[in-house]
Nanobody, 122 residues
Framework: QVQLVESGGGLVQAGGSLRLSCAASGRTFSRYVMGWFRQAPGKEREFVAR????????YIIDSVKGRFTISRDNAKNTIYLGMNSLRPEDTALYYC???????????????WGQGTQVTVSS
């Protein structure tokens, strides 16, 4: 099993920055691909980015590429989502997740954190 705990969300003005953290634990967490998702009120959960623990292979959706960066610190068992030039449309509950495959579909991810709220004011 895998346990995931997100942190780092908050309220920022448009153009500001935040860095989200997701601490992973459990005996098998390193076998999973790690992803970041977000869900705004009334909208479906959206894939944002993913990364592997060992090779650090990453993928980020085009709509946030250049503003968001996914990274990991293996020594801390933590992945990060760096967010710059934030926009009001980035407002959402952000989740980290772990899944066995290199996919973007939420249903393919097995473990989820509780989420951390990101609110961007105009």
């Amino acid at each position: 099993q895998v346990q995931l705990v997100e942190s780092g969300g908050g309220l920022v003005q448009a153009g500001g920055s935040l860095r989200l953290s997701c601490a992973a634990s459990g005996r098998t967490f390193s076998r999973y691909v790690m992803g970041w998702f977000r869900q705004a009120p009334g909208k479906e959960r959206e894939f944002v980015a993913r990364i592997t623990w060992n090779g650090g292979t990453t993928y980020i959706i085009d709509s946030v590429k250049g503003r968001f960066t996914i990274s990991r610190d293996n020594a801390k068992n933590t992945i990060y989502l760096g967010m710059n030039s934030l926009r009001p449309e980035d407002t959402a509950l952000y989740y980290c997740a772990a899944g066995p495959n290199w996919t973007t579909a939420p249903r393919t991810y097995t473990y989820w954190g509780q989420g951390t709220q990101v609110t961007v004011s105009s």
